[in-house]
């Protein structure tokens, strides 16, 4: 089946007074996958978010949602976004009240997806609820808005594990009624979930691919104790050197850049050894911190 792209990106940038955040960045989300947008504290995701909802105006180069400006698009997208979707005035109900007045494609599926996240305290103010209420209230109003586009930053910080997963499956039927869905996220459990993931580094788009295929280019990764960081420091790509599960790890700058090199266990340090399979921060770190100083393009 040939793939119908639902978001262009082309040499997208925008800069504040204090510099650039993003630059030249690429991106293309077809229709019917699930993107999730992953990146470093501060790197410019949720002002990607911003030019994709067409509430942040590009400093320059192009973004289009179904072939149009993404400015004024309430008849494809539903947003949540990290400037709060809700007025902590008033209480939940109240909330879903002034959705279901103001979007036209709001659904009464509100109550189910209420139900599914267990948010039962909608006759409270917003202002006195935690983190994760405000959360499972604003995914509620989100996925209530029936359209065929989901920009969601960040829909699972501040939620427990089971609703994570309970997240994971409201996004997987949204999915299968042919909806497309980029989320960003901090949690390889998201990571889970995507068709395909986009880091983002460097202020730009460094990778993007399945998780298989993304993990299938990491280098081979070998790991020391704490004590023993130095051993490590000697063989490291782009020399970087990074702690994991109490350990330290790096990847071998192997020949080819994808595999290593026949018998390299035993031309190892003695206490450095290699590591079976690549982890998500191993993941995370390659295509973050070392894709981007490196010329290897995954
Ligand atoms: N309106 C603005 N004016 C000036 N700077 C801004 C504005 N919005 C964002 N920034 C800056 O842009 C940079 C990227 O911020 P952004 O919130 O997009 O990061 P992020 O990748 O989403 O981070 P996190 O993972 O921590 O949520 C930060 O340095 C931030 O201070």
């Known amino acids: ?33 699930v993107l999730a947008v992953m990146g470093p504290n501060g790197v410019g995701k949720s002002v990607l978010f911003t030019c994709l909802a067409g509430s942040t105006h590009p400093s320059g180069g192009d973004v289009t ?38 979007h036209p494609a709001f659904t009464d ?12 305290a909608l006759d409270k103010r917003v202002e006195d609820y ?13 996925l209530a808005i029936d359209v065929p586009l989901y920009l969601l930053d ?42 395909r993931i ?18 299938d280019d990491v280098p081979t990764v070998v790991e020391t104790r704490l004590s023993n960081a130095d051993a490590l420091s000697e063989l490291a790509l782009a020399d970087e050197v990074y702690p994991a599960d109490g350990a330290v790890r790096a990847f071998l700058p192997d020949a080819d850049g994808e595999t290593a090199p026949a018998g390299v266990a035993s031309s190892l340090p003695s206490a450095v050894s290699l590591v079976d399979r690549p982890t998500y921060t191993d993941l995370f770190t390659y295509y973050t911190r070392v894709v981007p100083t490196t010329a290897h393009d995954p």
């Open 1 to 33: 089946m040939v793939a119908v792209s639902c978001i262009e990106v082309t040499n997208l940038s925008k800069s504040f007074d204090d510099g650039p955040v993003l630059s030249g960045v690429d991106l293309t989300v077809d229709e019917g996958e």
């Open 65 to 102: 949602v179904f072939g149009a400006d993404p400015t004024d698009r309430s008849d494809t997208t539903s947003f949540l976004l990290q400037d709060a979707l809700c007025s902590e005035r008033l209480t939940g109900r109240e909330n879903v009240r002034y959705f279901e007045r103001l």
């Open 109 to 120: 599926d509100w109550q189910r997806y209420a139900d599914r996240l267990g948010l039962d």
């Open 130 to 142: 935690s983190g994760g209420m405000t959360r499972k209230l604003e995914l509620t109003i989100a």
């Open 154 to 195: 960040e829909p699972t910080a501040a939620l427990d594990l089971s609703t994570i997963q309970v997240v994971h499956q409201l996004l997987r039927e949204k999915r299968d009624a042919g909806r497309t869905i980029v989320l960003s996220s901090h949690q390889p459990m998201d990571a889970d979930l995507a068709d």
């Open 198 to 215: 986009a880091f983002v580094a460097d202020g730009r788009v460094v990778a993007t691919g399945t998780p298989e295929t993304l993990f």
